[in-house]
């Protein structure tokens, strides 16, 4: 079973909700990014998320997109955030990885090399933004040859041929989009939340996660009552880009992850 | 054609390896809606009549085709300019913003959004929302909110909100970028109208259509006034929608010679350049795959042109195609090409081009020699230089 199958499995027999987190890889240093990654893993993060920086990443909000400037102002490339996988897995064997990005990024690299070396560096999932199932059957067949599963997105506007033609090609866990707009967008209604994630949970076995728009403690818990994980993303980032000591701002990540882990538990 | 080379309809919005859906899962329900909505207009008659009366009463199609005769005797060939810029709103761009307009009321969509470059789109979709009474807003790159500020102002006078983009280079990507942010977010009232024929499927094909009326056009015309086809059609490239506009119904005529030619800014061996065609490689960006201009970690580099319209890294996927089968080929001039090419025109034909265009003038002027006296040559004038007037000015060091 692969490191995410094994997470969920463990989540489901605890009957807890998952915690994913993103934090964009070299944001604000290429230094920065690990020990963050472990931080969040302390701190009570289930599943983690690391972006890989574009230059123009369409799907994200102001926070998101800042982030990818500061990355690749310090000159982070696809190999990069390999080599950042690794350095982790080095200290932790268990805890899943997901990349998140852009498929510009993985076309450059080649599909193939790059789900080779993305399995020998200890990648776990891989999301591509703009990479809908229609588009997908090069590379998901490259990841699948190297056991990286290849999630999807389903968002508010996904209609029920769609939902199924997804659910058909999914696998790892599925990403439900809370909300019609960007990252870090201001209008989450948890109500359709928890109806639009129930639908998708009658068509799959798989996990469903919650993004987009959960950014704080009360947030989480709303959303997480209705899901089996939710995924955070600006908030976090805000606080990697916050103008800080490395010190300061690991103190920070850690205080604000552990507070969405009470969330999710309490 | 035959074999290799032969030229194929789209299929699932693919051109070859090029095109195709490639956007966030929240646009693809628009996507298809907006796909079958377009198919189920090609066939229908109502639709087309309203398409073709606004063309004729709105715009002031036919646009002329003239023949340049002082021109054509400094240079050679019969040079003949298919003069898009003297439709209403200065250029080839009302074309499209005049159909997808009427899609937009189709879908009963009381918004439209729309990215520019060089202003002429914006310009042209905010006078179509005027017209319908449709709430606008346009993305533009605040360093093209600077140099195309007259655009700009035009844009306000018809009642639209310009809003300037920060993020990125600053220029046509980053506001295409920001448009799509808007159109993920506000996907149920608001249709985008994309002013080239890139962007995801079906819009390369659909803009390819509205601006094919150019094409179809130029062929009745070329055919009346010289009694036969063109030898050679001569148009810019940036987004490449007034190259297809007049290249596509020509694409079976292989004898008839396809050039686009691209923004060479400073040179092309300078890097600082926008063209995508003759010196980037094969990627993903704004939802259509297609040359880009890119590094090898596939981030996609700022581009340089003289002109706002041509400064873009991508290109759309027909090109890449027409490329690809090399029925079309892809040259480039540069900036100080483009602009002896916009002073010619002015002081041969007393006619003012855009930028944009006289890069395809440029490139009939560096080539002429190439040609025999009865070559004849069509130019699409893609659009008229006024608003271009204070970035020469400022190159002459003058201020107006």
Redesign the interface.
């Known amino acids: 079973m692969s490191r995410l199958g094994r997470r969920f499995a463990a989540l489901s027999a605890a009957n807890r909700t998952a915690l994913t987190t993103f934090i964009t890889a070299g944001d604000p240093t290429l230094a920065a990014t690990v020990p963050a990654l472990h931080q969040l893993v302390a701190s009570g993060a289930d599943v983690l998320e690391l972006g890989i920086p574009f230059s123009d990443p369409e799907a994200e909000g102001p926070a998101i997109q800042a982030s990818s400037e500061r990355g690749l102002a310090n000159g982070i490339r696809l190999t990069t955030c390999l080599d950042m996988v690794r350095e982790f897995r080095a200290r932790d064997d268990e805890t899943p990885i997901v990349l998140m990005g852009y498929l510009n990024s993985v076309l450059a690299m080649g599909e193939a090399v790059f789900a080779r070396a993305a399995s020998d560096a200890g990648v776990d999932g891989l999301i591509m933004v703009n990479l809908p199932p229609e588009e997908a059957q090069t590379l998901k067949c490259e990841l699948d040859r190297a056991d990286i599963d290849l999630i999807f997105l389903v968002a508010p506007t996904t209609t029920d041929a769609r939902l199924v033609k997804i659910l058909g090609r999914a696998s790892g866990f599925v990403y439900y989009v809370s909300l019609k707009g960007i990252t870090g967008a201001n209008h989450l209604d948890v109500r359709a939340v928890a109806e639009r994630v129930a639908k998708i949970k009658a068509h799959t076995d798989l996990p469903v996660q919650v993004g987009f728009g959960i950014k704080d403690a009360a947030s989480a818990r709303a959303v997480g009552q209705h899901a089996d994980g939710v995924v955070i993303g600006s908030a976090l980032v805000t606080t990697m880009g916050s103008e800080v000591d490395d010190e300061a701002r690991l103190i920070r990540l850690g205080e604000q992850t552990l507070a969405l882990r009470q969330a999710l538990d309490g | 054609m035959d074999g290799a080379n032969r030229y194929d309809q789209p299929v699932?919005g693919h051109f070859g390896e090029h095109g195709?859906?490639?956007?966030?899962?929240?646009?693809?329900?628009?996507l298809?809606e907006l796909a079958a909505l377009y198919d189920s207009l090609a066939g229908d008659p109502v639709f087309q009549q309203e398409l073709a009366a606004d063309l004729k009463h709105y715009v002031g199609r036919p646009t002329p085709l003239y023949h340049a005769e002082r021109l054509s005797r400094e240079l050679g060939p019969q040079i003949f300019f298919k003069r898009e810029d003297l439709n209403h709103t200065g250029a080839h761009k009302v074309n499209n913003t005049i159909g997808q307009a009427l899609l937009a009321k189709r879908m009963g969509k009381p918004r439209v959004i729309a990215e520019t470059g060089a202003g002429q789109h914006g310009v042209a979709t905010a006078t179509v929302a005027a017209r319908l009474g449709l709430s606008c807003q346009v993305y533009m790159g605040a360093e093209d909110v600077k140099r195309q500020s007259l655009n700009v102002y035009r844009m306000k006078l018809l009642g639209a909100e310009v809003i300037p983009v920060h993020?990125?280079s600053r220029t046509l990507?980053?506001a295409?970028?920001e448009a799509?942010?808007d159109w993920?977010?506000?996907?149920?009232n608001t249709h985008y109208i994309i002013g080239t024929v890139a962007g995801p499927d079906p819009y390369p094909r659909l803009v390819r259509d509205f601006q094919s009326v150019i094409g179809k056009e130029t062929r009745i015309q070329c055919l009346e006034q010289v009694g036969r086809l063109p030898d050679t059609l001569v148009a810019c490239v940036g987004g490449g929608s007034n190259a297809i506009g007049l290249f596509h119904p020509f694409i079976d005529d292989t004898d008839v010679r396809l050039v686009g030619v691209e923004a060479g800014g400073l040179g092309l061996d300078t890097g600082r350049h926008a063209a995508p065609l003759n010196a980037g490689r094969?990627?993903?960006?704004?939802?259509n795959r297609t040359y880009?201009m890119?590094d090898?970690?596939?981030?996609?580099?700022e581009t340089h042109s003289i002109s706002a319209g041509l400064d873009y890294p991508g290109v759309g996927p027909e090109h890449a195609y027409l490329k690809d089968l090399q029925r079309a080929e892809y040259a480039a001039v540069t900036d100080d090409e483009a602009m002896a090419a916009f002073r010619l025109l002015n002081h041969t034909e007393g006619i003012m081009p855009a930028l944009e265009s006289s890069h395809a003038l440029a490139w009939v002027v560096r080539e002429a020699a190439g040609f025999d006296d009865d070559d004849v040559v069509v130019i699409n004038l893609s659009g008229r230089g006024d608003k271009d007037i204070l970035t020469v000015a400022a190159l002459d060091g003058i201020e107006i």
């Open positions: 699932n195709g859906r490639f956007v966030a899962e929240t646009l693809m329900h628009a298809e993020s990125g990507k980053d295409m970028n799509m942010r993920v977010t506000n996907v149920d094969v990627g993903v960006l704004h939802g880009l890119q090898d970690d596939g981030q996609i580099i």
